[in-house]
């Protein structure tokens, strides 16, 4: 009895009848602006895509305005950053633990205010805004422990005073009032130089100073637009042709 044969093995891979396999297309190149697919030219501005029109809006929008407009909403943005910052230093100094390291963090909401304001524009005149509104910042989150000291030395210098009287007559009970206002004007008038004086006593708290000014200073450093182009997208190559071996400045 003769066995069966078996059928030769094909060497081409056996058609699957049985499911069907796609393939999907790739994704198409879309402007990072406006997510609207680009057609055929793009533009990269600052290492992105951009269709035409958006690198026309980008450009127009560092160009136009006006610049007292832009230093004064600079200057309100940063002015209210500093002060919230000023009061987030001060209610943790609350809790008895001195943290410099917020004062990076008043740095850091400052200069953004202050670009945020400019229209994301930067340059010299707001790096030089964002670091004084940082300084006063700073200066002002230090003022309540001035003011404390100032009106502790003057009921010390009070009740000294009143010890060590001479006269047989009693002596008038101070001027909670006036020695307020005295330490008051005192605190103002000192401000401005208590972050250099803290500094020159705590070499530490005034490198961490530094830092805080430095990050201001570092987020409104001017925006520059670095726009190439224009390139087109290079076409799929025809079914049954082959792609090259190397294009440039392909896209997707």
């Excluded at 066995?3 to 190149?29: G, I, K």
């Excluded at 002015?79 to 809790?95: E, M, Q, R």
């Excluded at 994301?120 to 422990?145: E, F, I, M, N």
């Excluded at 009070?158 to 005295?182: C, G, R, Y």
Aim: charged share 20%; aromatic share 8%; with cysteine.
């Amino acid at each position: 009895m003769t066995q069966p044969v078996p059928p030769p093995a094909s060497d081409e891979a056996s058609l699957q009848f049985d499911r069907a396999e796609f393939t999907e297309a790739p994704p198409a190149t879309k402007c990072t602006v406006c997510q609207c697919a680009i057609q055929s030219v793009y533009y990269e501005v600052n290492q992105r895509l951009l269709c035409p029109a958006c690198r026309e809006e980008v450009e127009e929008a560092m160009k136009g305005g006006s610049k007292s407009k832009r230093a004064l909403t600079a200057s309100m943005y940063g002015f209210g950053a500093g002060i919230a910052g000023a009061i987030v230093y001060w209610v943790v100094s609350l809790t008895g633990y001195n943290i410099g390291l917020i004062a990076i963090l008043v740095g850091w909401m400052v200069g953004t205010a202050v670009f945020k304001g400019s229209e994301s524009r930067g340059g010299r005149g707001y790096q030089a805004l964002a670091v004084l509104l940082t300084y006063l910042a700073v200066g002002a989150s230090l003022s309540p422990d001035l003011y404390k000291a100032m009106k502790e030395r003057s009921d010390f210098q009070t009740f000294h005073a009143a010890s060590h009287s001479l006269d047989s007559e009693p002596v008038e009970p101070p001027d909670e009032v006036a020695q307020a206002v005295a330490a008051v004007a005192t605190t103002v008038v000192l401000t401005p130089a208590l972050p250099v004086l803290v500094g020159i006593e705590q070499p530490m708290s005034g490198l961490i100073y530094g830092f805080a000014l430095f990050e201001a200073w570092r987020r409104t450093k001017r925006a520059e637009l670095n726009i190439a182009g224009p390139f087109k997208l290079a076409e799929a190559p025809a079914e049954g042709e082959a792609a090259p071996a190397e294009q440039e400045r392909s896209v997707g």
